[in-house]
């Protein structure tokens, strides 16, 4: 109470709607159940994407927060469909 007092009620006002300070994400919410951008965007080419071992497919999909789930082929077409854009795929 005394602390509320101190600093004028600011406290309470800079809590969010999830009843944490602002910056702050709810528990709950975090890296796996949303998409996420990593700081470059992948720069492989469809050659590169259909040599790649799966373990780096499934790394790489995880990175942005995207299901690596399925075959290995699967897996290829999706981060074909989801990274290959532009020049119709072929970058």
Avoid at 20 to 29: C, I, M, S, T, Y
Avoid at 63 to 76: D, F, N, S, V, W
């Amino acid at each position: 109470m005394e602390t509320m007092a101190a600093n004028g009620g600011r406290e309470a006002a800079a809590r969010t709607a999830y009843g944490k300070r602002d910056g702050q994400q709810p528990a709950g919410v975090g890296c796996g159940q949303c998409f996420q951008m990593p700081l470059h965007y992948p720069r492989y080419s469809r050659e590169d994407y259909e040599a790649m071992p799966e373990w780096q497919l499934d790394r790489l999909l995880s990175e942005y927060g995207l299901p690596a789930t399925g075959t290995i082929h699967q897996k290829r077409s999706f981060a074909m469909g989801a990274f290959l854009w532009g020049a119709g795929g072929n970058l």
